[in-house]
């Protein structure tokens, strides 16, 4: 199955969805660290490095999925919070791209201020453009107008090509990412394809971790802490474990632990050993002060952002039950985005950083990849040919 990946960025999605199964028809991406990126980690020829306005959508031919991340600043509960009127809003573009090419099915990842009331009805503009994506507004009409049209569209007669479009706040540490990251992902099938989506299940829960750690000791145990090692629990700390001891009595939680900073770099050398490692280098400076805390070694890392202006180091620091902090190295973040350890994410410290603070998690994205192939695998099946064999089969 063919994809085309819009917003590409250093390409977490894109290497996701590649371990999912799918093929790259092309990469649109404007930054040229980014594209840097992309061209030492998949085919140079398939990047396109410019602005998306200026790239030819019918070179593509046919594909099977449209991805990526249109560009979040003017949703980023850190940024100006303009939204629509900000001109990095690149929603346009990508309903643009579902409308010209048609595919069987997208998928979007956008921040969690998305979803922020105040853009309520914005975000529900974008939702029914994907759903209608051949109901251009015309040139004279603005985006409220336009809504309110679509919005009356399901009273009339609508005969071109319809998505049936979902939306979930997903927290990747909910499905083994060993980072607490809340993303908005929108999904879309083709209408007349009939296809039936839901959104993989959690596979991995704060409870089971807080469990392993202060009810049955076996995090602790499987990283050889002994109790004098181990942070000390404060008052928020208790109160959860008391829940979980209300909560489930003698029954373990039934989903795995969230991964913690700790789970992801478990076997990984100091950055300030001699490990051979080109992009585990030490950086020294790191500070902490109120609400620039750091990630906590026993727990999931924070999320690791990109920032408006620079990257947000209380984000992008361990710190480790004595106190002490450093900053993480290009490879750490790396693993705590599960990209895979030859994956090579180009520029200094800062822009790899950013680059990886932009990236939707490999693993999260290979989750999201599978159940999206299943379900349009799915569409090949007529279920009435498979009855008729069944009963053939019996018959015989």
């Excluded at 020294?284 to 408006?308: E, L």
Aim: glycine content about 8%; aromatic content about 10%.
């Amino acid at each position: 199955m063919r994809s085309l990946e819009l917003f590409s960025g250093a390409g977490g999605l894109a290497k996701g969805l590649e371990y999912a199964g799918f093929t790259h028809s092309a990469f649109v991406e404007v930054n040229k660290h980014a594209c840097a990126s992309l061209t030492v980690n998949f085919p140079p020829e398939k990047v396109f490095e410019g602005d998306i306005k200026d790239f030819d959508l019918a070179r593509v031919g046919n594909v099977d999925i449209v991805a990526g991340g249109p560009p979040c600043q003017p949703f980023s509960l850190g940024g100006k919070h303009q939204a629509y009127q900000d001109n990095r809003d690149m929603f346009p573009y990508a309903i643009n791209a579902i409308e010209k090419l048609t595919p069987k099915a997208f998928i979007f990842e956008n921040v969690k201020g998305l979803l922020r009331p105040s853009f309520a009805d914005y975000f529900n503009y974008i939702i029914l453009r994907l759903t209608y994506p051949s109901l251009i507004a015309k040139p004279t009409m603005g985006w409220k107008e336009h809504l309110g049209q679509l919005r009356e569209i399901s009273k009339k007669k609508y005969d071109a090509v319809r998505y049936d479009v979902h939306f979930k706040l997903i927290n990747a540490a909910d499905y083994g990412i060993p980072q607490t990251r809340e993303r908005v992902v929108i999904v879309g099938t083709r209408s007349d394809l009939n296809l039936a989506w839901e959104f993989p299940k959690s596979t991995h829960s704060e409870d089971r971790l807080i469990w392993d750690m202060h009810v049955t000791g076996e995090y602790w145990k499987r990283h050889g802490v002994s109790e004098a090692l181990r942070p000390a629990v404060d008052s928020t700390m208790a109160n959860k474990i008391a829940r979980i001891n209300e909560k489930y009595g003698l029954f373990e939680p039934e989903l795995v632990p969230w991964q913690t900073v700790r789970d992801a770099l478990q076997g990984v050398a100091a950055p300030n050993a001699n490990h051979g490692i080109k992009d585990h280098v030490f950086k020294k400076g790191a500070r902490s002060y109120p609400g620039h805390t750091g990630s906590d070694f026993d727990w999931p890392s924070k999320t690791i952002k990109a920032g408006d202006h620079g990257v947000p180091g209380g984000e992008n620091m361990i710190r480790y039950a004595d106190g002490s902090i450093r900053y993480f190295t290009v490879f750490e973040a790396k693993l705590i985005q599960t990209f895979p350890v030859t994956f090579t994410v180009k520029g200094a410290w800062g822009e790899a950083m950013r680059q990886i603070g932009n990236a939707v998690p490999v693993l999260l994205a290979e989750i999201l990849g599978e159940k999206l192939k299943k379900t349009l695998i799915a569409e090949k099946i007529d279920p009435s040919q498979c009855l008729d064999h069944l009963l053939s089969t019996i018959a015989s």
